[in-house]
């Protein structure tokens, strides 16, 4: 499901996956106490937005979570650690502060999200080349 939706959105799956963990760890019944339901943890007016009916679909959370990152993608130019940002603390924050809001809560999310992502990316990187050294 995370393929499909980042392939149409043209957003790395590895970023969707780095997100999803943070956000409920697979939990497709998380809920916020702030209100926020399923895998990417949607905020009940963001899933409106994007065309999600049940936020507690996975199919639907992640093709509205995905649309909703290429959309913080593109306002903040590609920009990893911004759109994360955005993602958690919002766009309008984001904006507002021309970079990471100094929130200890979004501070710790961005680094949490950049270092699942990049450990990742980087093991997606290197492990080919073991293989071949290993062949």
């Known amino acids: 499901m995370v393929a499909v939706s980042a392939n149409k959105f043209q957003i790395d799956p590895q970023f969707v996956h780095a997100i999803i963990k943070v956000e409920s760890a697979y939990n497709t019944n998380a809920v916020s106490h702030k209100g926020a339901k399923g895998l990417m943890q949607l905020m009940p007016e963001i899933a409106r937005r994007f065309g999600v009916k049940n936020a507690f679909n996975p199919r639907q959370n992640i093709a509205g979570g995905v649309a909703y990152l290429k959309h913080l993608f593109d306002l903040f130019s590609g920009d990893v650690a911004l759109t994360a940002a ?7 924050a984001v904006l507002r502060r021309g970079g990471i809001p100094n929130f200890p809560e979004t501070i710790d999310y961005v680094r949490k999200v950049t270092s699942l992502y990049s450990h990742v990316s980087l093991v997606d990187l290197v492990a080919p080349l073991f293989t071949k050294s290993i062949g």
């Not at 955005?86 to 309008?92: D, E, I, K, S």
């Open 86 to 92: 955005a993602y958690n603390a919002g766009p309008n």
